[in-house]
């Protein structure tokens, strides 16, 4: 029986699967090739890059027009600037790559081309000697190539640069340069020579890049049509635009949550996987910190990652970033990739506040039963009046040990809310750019309902009137989507030499569509 890929290349056989060329723009990269280009084929991780490039290599080879190699340079990276090693790595990986499709001709030479060529210079000469010896023209498909950095990339780049004018007798007819990001951000700075390179200046020879997208639709339907078509167990229509919405395509997302509710998850052996199987396979995912999600995290403390994420997670309108930030983070694969800016998908939204405020839910003295009732419903109240209190007695002191400070007491009440939710419920969270709030959503469930609470958070930024105005039209315009009767604003004031009393309060107030909303002064 075949399975969700959550590791690896795909294998046809073991993996439920959309074959990875039709996910290319098949028709464009045989030309490119036939053209004798060198090209960028770019996403962001665990996306199908290099499934992709292993079912070329084999389609190419089958057709017998080219010799089509495959080499991963990641391993190159240990050797980190020392150049000599990582063209070391580089070349014994591809003549064993090499050897593997029935091409001796590196494994005898390399070593010897080193030793009299030098680093700087081998990588080029061996593809030289390569291609000559090769009756079929070589195409050649280099992943991971970010990996690598400084001075070892710089001087694979300038290597690969320098023989494009002998192609394709004297070198490779066509080449690939796959990874993470596009080579116009490849920002190296030489160790030699402390100069900052742009990859374009040193791999100035690139026709195209291309960008492996997430899934569509129609392929998250199809790939889970294929466990059902092949174990008789379905998802219902509700559990699949859960998992559409939910991961909005990405290849891992999408897997991983089938695989938690189809094998691992309290419904696994159900015939039909729900809505509810699926968000708890989600919390799963979260609370267990996978790779994928702690890997994605882990760019947050990059400072153009900040400049780009931080405006998002306050709803602030002040943009610092410049357009090289926000395509670095789109190649990330963080931010969607049109228009709002926002976050790419709702795991990610979730999950880039939890990774933040990790350690402060872990320090936060509060028992979740203080805040439930006798018939197992989530008192808000009591909860954002403890809030109140600790926020002002403390917030001065925790919000500065969030790295991203602009959006510090948005931060400071989720960690809050979180450390109280997870013992019953959970959070689903809104925010972007110019939104000028934070909108969360408390769901609890309590026996056999579900019990859905907003809380809005708001900067305030103007008066004091016209924010709560702005505020609860926000609020009610969110517990009308929300299709919930409870909702609560919380405004923070920020503004230098306010006093604590003046900023604290408590007070029902009406929307102009007449819902009742608790507004919170912090």
């Not at 780049?157 to 490849?186: E, N």
């Not at 174990?231 to 559990?239: C, L, R």
């Not at 960690?415 to 959970?426: D, E, P, T, Y």
Request: overall charge negative.
């Amino acid at each position: 029986m075949r399975f969700f890929n959550t590791s690896g290349p795909v294998v046809a056989a073991d993996h439920y699967c959309i074959p990875p060329l039709e996910r290319l723009d098949l028709a464009e990269v045989r030309r490119l090739i036939r053209n004798k280009r060198y090209f960028v084929l770019h996403a962001p991780r665990q996306t199908g890059k290099t499934s992709a490039l292993l079912t070329l290599r084999d389609l190419l080879n089958a057709e017998a027009a080219y010799a089509c190699v495959y080499v991963n340079v990641e391993g190159g990276q240990a050797g980190r600037e020392d150049v000599e090693q990582v063209i070391r790595t580089i070349l014994g990986e591809l003549a064993s790559r090499a050897r593997s499709i029935g091409d001796a001709f590196l494994d005898a030479v390399w070593f010897d081309i080193l030793t009299k060529y030098g680093p700087h210079a081998a990588l080029r000469e061996s593809l030289t000697r390569w291609a000559e010896a090769t009756p079929k023209p070589l195409v050649l498909l280099i992943d991971e190539i970010d990996a690598l950095i400084g001075d070892a990339l710089l001087s694979v780049l300038r290597q690969l640069r320098a023989g494009y004018d002998l192609r394709p007798a004297g070198f490779p007819q066509s080449v690939i340069l796959c990874g993470v990001r596009d080579v116009r951000d490849y920002r190296i700075r030489s160790g030699s020579t402390n100069d900052i390179i742009t990859g374009g200046s040193a791999f100035n020879i690139k026709a195209r890049s291309l960008r492996l997208g997430d899934f569509s639709r129609d392929e998250v339907v199809a790939l889970l049509a294929q466990h059902t078509e092949e174990t008789g167990q379905a998802f219902t229509p509700d559990a699949l635009e859960t998992i559409c919405n939910q991961t909005q395509g990405q290849p891992w997302l999408v897997n991983a949550l089938a695989e938690e509710a189809c094998f691992y998850g309290a419904a696994a052996e159900d015939r039909a996987i729900t809505t509810a199987a699926i968000l708890d396979a989600r919390e799963q995912l979260i609370l267990r910190r996978e790779t994928h999600l702690d890997q994605l995290t882990d760019k947050l403390q990059e400072d153009r990652v900040r400049r780009v994420v931080e405006p998002l997670l306050s709803g602030g309108e002040k943009r610092d970033f410049i357009n090289r930030d926000l395509e670095y983070v789109r190649d990330l694969g963080l931010v969607a990739q049109d228009r709002p800016l926002r976050i790419a998908n709702p795991i990610y939204a979730e999950v880039i506040p939890c990774e933040m405020t990790w350690v402060v839910q872990e320090e936060f003295n509060q028992d979740a039963a203080w805040y439930v009732d006798a018939n197992g419903g989530l008192n808000v109240v009591k909860l954002l009046t403890a809030f109140q209190t600790f926020f002002r007695e403390h917030s001065e002191h925790w919000v500065k040990r969030f790295e991203y400070q602009e959006a510090g007491p948005q931060l400071l009440l989720q960690a809050f809310l979180q450390r109280i939710v997870n013992s019953g419920g959970r959070i689903e969270r809104e925010y972007g750019l110019g939104r000028m709030c934070t909108d969360l959503l408390i769901v609890w469930p309590q026996g056999d309902q579900t019990h859905e609470v907003v809380i809005e958070c708001k900067i305030l930024h103007r008066s004091l009137a016209q924010t709560i105005a702005d505020g609860l039209d926000q609020t009610a315009e969110y517990m009308d989507r929300c299709a919930t009767e409870s909702g609560h604003l919380v405004i923070f004031d920020r503004r230098e030499g306010r006093r604590w009393d003046d900023k604290v309060f408590h007070e029902r107030r009406v929307a102009s569509n007449g819902a009742e909303i608790d507004v919170w002064g912090m």
